[in-house]
């Protein structure tokens, strides 16, 4: 009974997003850049299809990111505006299963983009290239591990979302994507510092989430395999900092006053 009022609640959050005009003008400008992807590859004689991936999924990653981050951060105060949270909680429905349904809905969401958006970069691939290589199967890894940066990112926009204001809860999961995008380097430069600056450094390095590692288009642009064992960990690694995201968000939204 509680998987089919979480399936409820994520189903009516697919909905709502995809009737978002910002959504719609997301993948519209997704689009324009895989359509760019192809000119520069025009252009780079030789290059093409390193220029078109590059271009191809970075667009993916960017504009998913800001569709997690736009959306996730409305997914509960757009309720409590529109005082339609309170129906909702009025029926036999707990608040973490609002939350996990809103989290699900909004992932689903972002899975769903992100498909269609990939369809754009194999069109383009398959225009400069004029045919599929057996190295172009690593795309599909590089997708996967976007579709996994979105959902922690989304995990994020939501615990923010559960305990601070829409603009402020942008600004906390942006500046965590920003900062997550160098862990790796964040992580180095722990190692070379001393002191406290050491301990500070390794202990932020160790709380963001760490992106880079999840960024693989560079690679996989030049034609390199993914190890087997980096999509087990980076899987792993996903859902359980995902999951403790979303935990936190449901451990602040049960105490939170909603009156």
């Known amino acids: 009974m509680r998987s089919v009022r979480i399936a409820h609640i994520a189903s009516n959050t697919f909905r709502e997003a995809v009737r978002d005009r910002v959504l719609y003008n997301l993948i519209a400008f997704a689009v324009l850049m895989s359509g760019a992807a192809i000119l520069v ?6 290059i093409e299809r390193l220029v078109v991936i590059n271009l191809g999924l970075t667009a993916v990653s960017l504009f998913g990111m800001v569709i997690a981050i736009f959306i996730g951060i409305g997914l509960v105060s757009k309720e409590i505006e529109k005082r339609t949270l309170y129906t909702v909680l009025s029926r036999p429905v ?19 983009n992100t498909f269609f958006m990939a369809i754009g970069v194999f069109v383009a691939l398959l225009w400069v290239s004029r045919r599929f290589q057996m190295a172009d199967g690593w795309v599909l890894v590089a997708l996967y591990f976007i579709v996994l940066q979105f959902l922690i990112i989304t995990a994020l926009a939501l615990l923010f979302s559960s305990f601070s204001s829409p603009l402020l809860s942008a ?37 963001v989430p760490n992106f880079s590692t999840l960024n693989v288009v560079s690679s996989v642009a030049h034609g390199q395999p ?20 979303v935990s936190g968000a449901v451990l602040i939204f ?5 009156k």
């Open 254 to 258: 049960e105490h939170r006053n909603l």
């Open 94 to 112: 707990q608040r973490w299963e609002f939350i996990v349904g809103k989290f699900f809905g909004l992932v689903g969401t972002l899975v769903v």
């Open 171 to 207: 600004v906390f999961a942006f500046s965590l994507f920003v900062i997550g995008s160098f862990a790796e380097d964040l992580r180095g430069f722990a190692a070379m510092a001393q002191g406290a600056a050491r301990w500070l450094a390794t202990g932020t390095a160790y709380l």
């Open 226 to 245: 993914v190890a087997a064992q980096l999509v087990f960990s980076n899987t792993l690694y996903a859902l359980v900092y995902a999951g403790m995201a």
């Open 41 to 46: 590859g025009q252009i780079s004689i030789g």
